[in-house]
């Protein structure tokens, strides 16, 4: 009997120096584990938070081009001028305009855009609109019209009207 109570003491010395051998190796493992997942998630990514943000707003914000017709080619539109002795004759009139909810509301507002137009018609005398710089003139006052009339202004203009294209067939007298 006291051999086999040897034998037994043995083998549990055996199964404790192996539970022991395993002990020193997974607890450490685990700490270890542990630590560094709290280490990184505590520092957290290499990217400073501007540079998160920003990328997050070029993604969220990069316009999109798309073509808003207010006057259709061929539609000759005519708008009196200064004085009133004038007229231009705009075959057609279109807006490169940054979003769809833009190009939506340059639909829904045509009417506006239109008086809006004849108001800046008005202001115009033949000499503005033959010269390559009252053109570009005539282009930004469309498009800050335009941007007013459908609310794309401050922060949200670069959603609205990018650009404006604009076909003059005549100038004209009327008599």
Known sequence: MPEEVEQQQEQAKKKGGLMDLIKMIVIPLVISLVVSL???FMLG????????????SAVAAAPVQIK????????????????????????????LVGSEPCRAAV???NDEIMDALATIFLSKERFDLVTPAGLDLLKKQIREAVNQITGFTGEKEKFGVL?????????STVQ
């Open 163 to 171: 650009n404006v294209y604009i076909y003059i067939k005549a100038i």
């Open 45 to 56: 990514s290499n990217k400073q938070p501007s540079q998160t943000q920003q990328e997050q």
């Open 68 to 95: 808003a017709v207010v006057i259709a080619q061929g539609k000759y539109q005519t708008f009196m001028l200064k004085g009133g002795r004038d007229v231009v004759v705009v075959d057609s009139l279109t807006l």
């Open 38 to 40: 709290v280490v990184f």
């Open 107 to 109: 639909a829904e507002k």
